[in-house]
């Protein structure tokens, strides 16, 4: 009896400390909730990433995604800002707070163009719609 409540204990103590989500696992949950358009489910699993890994450049950046697609555009400025900290080259980044910037009556038009001058072509769209 005894080695058998060991061994329950040894299997709960091993599944406890070696099944544990990691901040790509959510990351990964969190692509594929946005993808089945679960923007709040979105959310929540890419906050997780991040509070996993706070160095995680594209749950912020896909977490704005999901905020952008909700008309959270304020929302999204943040995580941008700090997906551009982490990665002063990301383009996406860029564009997606230019977007954000030209939603809340700023001018976003320096990200947008800096966004297209690192190789993301929507970009042009968007420096059509509210650069002209």
Sequence with gaps: MKKSVLLLVAIFLFNSVFSQSTSVDYFNKGNSLMQAKDLEGAVFNFTTAIKLDPNYEMAYVNRALCR?????????????????????????????????????????????????????????????????
């Design 68 to 132: 952008m697609a909700k008309g959270k555009w304020a929302s999204a400025i943040p995580d941008c800002n700090k997906a551009l900290e982490i990665n002063p080259n990301q383009a996406v980044a860029y564009f997606i707070r230019g977007c954000a910037k030209a939603n809340t009556k700023k001018n976003g038009c320096s990200d947008l163009y800096k966004s297209l001058d690192l190789g993301y072509s929507f970009s042009q769209n968007a420096i059509a719609k509210f650069c002209k």
